[in-house]
């Protein structure tokens, strides 16, 4: 055994060495990154190497790592899938909850537990975590509904196992719990849960409408995180179970591409979920295998009870609902991983004295080994899933976004829109176009143009959004972008607008229609006033022939990726002829969006001035002609833009 370190910054130099090193070395032998930290902890800690000590310090980081660990977990689940699938999901959710449940409660007893402890280690085995999921979606069938089932059937399973938690971490700080304290429990619970899941979400859009930036959203969401993960100690409840509705929360706040959600998992990720994981492997301690019977026995048992009884459960879910074989088995392969809260609940009850290190280490085995099985289930079967092919083939209306710009820093939302659209399509491209105008063979602007497009990285702050600045020189700024928009091969021009009409007789003023009529791609003419992070809806409005017939799907189509990009509801405001076309088409899609349809009842511009407020984005579309646009929308645009505070989109294909 070597010397412990003692030294700050050595110390935090072996953890990120570990952090960099063993993953990396996990997937070289084909095993998932959460065993080679845990098994790097195990090294590095005081049980074998001895380089690191059980210091404050490192049970800090590890306590901050479990907390952001179900924080990631309720962030990155998917609760309009699990409301799509609710009834199927709930089904194998309590199967695959109550059998181990069950069991596990039994064997626990039958090992020398009491029953409080009993039932806890039952809830530590109930839940699971969707390690094996990203392979899923590799293979690209995710939108199957066997996968949508066992997503949705997680969101029971955590939330019960935390329950359970819950209720026994108040027994045992307590030391007994009264039908009198259970129903104060149970209604401090509930309370509190509706407050972080309805009260958190409007907080977090009323905080991005007043204060905006990426380090201020960040920090909030920071704040709310540990606010709830405090609060929910306060009532006597755990701090993981409100780190977990704080996800679930935060999740129903952020739009779904938002650059504040990708550096909240990516901080997490990247340091403090592996700190726990290494946190684990230095509490572990490998003699015990071998000095004691027990742990070897409990671990060997809890692993085959994991495989039996979550099998059972996917075999008889299967069974209801006619689900095949391959199904079954990535069924059974994706819920028998125990990982995020198995590992969170084992760690408390060891904390509140219910079980004693043989059962942690018997848990970490079953951890071990169902995280190796997990994934090469999921790989083997999930290949030889059929996805039905799907019902409307989606455009790349998003896939390359010309966006013009003469200040970045003025048209912010703009670009944080775009940027959200290109990433909803699953990696696009937004191409930044700044035109240097030439004016009696002088071209003004060239050498700011380099540097204003530039601004545009900084203000998105987001790596995963791919850029390309596009430099023109022109004599007009319109035929410029329209020639920019074929040379780039663009799929949609995304265009700012102050709401005004600077010329009598244009629509939108002089370069905007210019682009608006002449260009051969759709438009996207927008007025945005709130950020993008505050929006709570969507009103999309179509007024008598706004739309031909054969434009319907593909514009809904936008509206429901626009929608679910901005993770907010979708409220149609539609013309009697075409009420029956859009529903038949939102009933068919089997959209996750939440969505609600009426009728045009009088002078359009006043029926949505009535329903609008600053949080609404309005999108109206029209197609064809300039006459066309003029019968059908008429002055429609110009009034909303006078009448209400809300952020306006014309969409012209």
Not at 535 to 553: A, E, W
Request: net charge neutral; glycine share 8%.
């Amino acid at each position: 055994m070597l010397n412990a370190l003692n030294e700050p910054v050595a110390i935090f130099l072996t953890i990120m060495s570990v952090i960099l090193i063993a993953p990396l070395l996990s997937k070289r032998v084909h095993l998932p990154g959460i065993v080679g930290l845990i098994l790097g902890g195990l090294l590095v800690g005081p049980h074998m190497l001895g380089i690191l000590n059980m210091t404050p310090t490192i049970e800090l980081l590890g306590t901050v790592g479990l907390v952001y660990l179900m924080f990631s977990a309720g962030l990155e689940i998917n609760l309009k899938q699990f409301v799509r699938v609710r009834n199927k999901a709930m089904s194998f959710g309590v199967l695959t909850f109550l059998i181990p449940q069950v069991v596990t409660t039994l064997i626990g007893h039958a090992f020398g537990l009491n029953w409080m402890s009993s039932i806890l280690l039952g809830a530590t085995f109930a839940s699971h975590t969707l390690i094996a999921y990203p392979i899923l979606s590799r293979l690209g069938v995710v939108r199957n509904e066997a996968i949508a089932v066992v997503v949705g059937a997680t969101v029971f399973t955590d939330v019960a196992a935390l329950l359970v938690l819950a209720v026994i971490a108040n027994m045992a700080t307590t030391g007994s719990l009264t039908p009198l304290a259970l129903i104060k429990l149970v209604i401090f619970t509930i309370i509190y849960a509706g407050v972080i899941l309805q009260g958190l979400p409007r907080l977090g859009k009323l905080f991005f409408h007043r204060f905006n930036g990426r380090d201020i959203e960040f920090q909030f969401v920071l704040v709310a995180l540990f606010v709830a993960a405090v609060t929910a100690e306060v009532i006597g409840m755990h701090a993981i179970v409100g780190a977990f509705l704080a996800g679930l929360a935060i999740n129903a706040t952020l739009p779904e591409h938002s650059a504040v959600k990708g550096q909240v998992l990516f901080l997490g990720n990247s340091f403090f979920i592996p700190m726990f994981m290494i946190y684990v492997g230095m509490i572990i301690n490998p003699a015990a295998f071998i000095e004691t019977q027990r742990t070897l026995s409990i671990g060997l048992t809890m692993t085959t009870t994991v495989y039996v009884t979550k099998f059972v459960a996917a075999w008889i879910t299967s069974r209801i609902y006619n689900f095949g074989r391959n199904e079954l088995l990535v069924f059974w392969g994706l819920s028998q991983a125990q990982a995020a809260a198995t590992i969170a609940t084992i760690l408390v009850g060891v904390e509140l004295k219910l079980f004693d290190m043989t059962i942690f280490n018997g848990a970490i085995l079953s951890v071990l080994f169902t995280s190796i099985t997990s994934p090469i289930l999921v790989e083997r079967f999930g290949r030889q899933i059929k996805m039905p092919p799907p019902a409307i083939e989606q455009k790349p209306v998003f896939d390359r976004i010309l966006i013009p710009l003469a200040n970045p820093e003025t048209q912010e939302y703009l670009i944080t829109l775009a940027s959200l659209l290109c990433n909803s399509y699953g990696g696009g491209t937004l191409l930044p176009l700044n035109v240097a105008q030439e004016v009696n063979g002088e071209v003004r602007g060239l050498a700011e143009q380099k540097q204003l497009l530039g601004r545009v990285t900084d203000i998105l702050e987001d790596p995963d959004t791919r850029i390309e600045p596009i430099y023109r020189i022109g004599r007009s700024i319109g035929s410029a972008i329209l020639r920019a928009s074929i040379e780039t091969d663009s799929s949609l021009i995304v265009m700012g607008w102050q709401g005004e009409t600077s010329i009598q007789g244009r629509i939108f003023g002089t370069v905007l229609d210019h682009v608006f009529w002449g260009a051969k791609i759709p438009v996207f003419v927008a007025r945005i006033k709130t950020p993008i992070n505050s929006m709570k809806r969507i009103l999309f409005v179509t007024p008598n022939g706004s739309l031909q017939s054969y434009q319907i799907d593909e514009t809904l189509m936008v509206i429901l990726n626009i929608t679910q990009a901005l993770n907010v509801p979708l409220y149609i405001l539609t013309a009697m002829i075409y009420e029956g076309v859009i529903r038949e088409f939102l009933q068919t899609s089997e959209t996750e969006v939440s969505f609600s349809i009426s009728t045009v009842s009088g002078i359009v511009s006043e029926q949505v001035q009535s329903l609008a407020t600053v949080s609404d984005l309005i999108i109206v579309p029209t197609a064809g002609s300039r006459l066309r646009f003029t019968s059908s929308l008429g002055h429609i645009p110009e009034q909303l833009a006078d009448a209400v505070d809300s952020s306006i989109i014309v969409i012209h294909w």
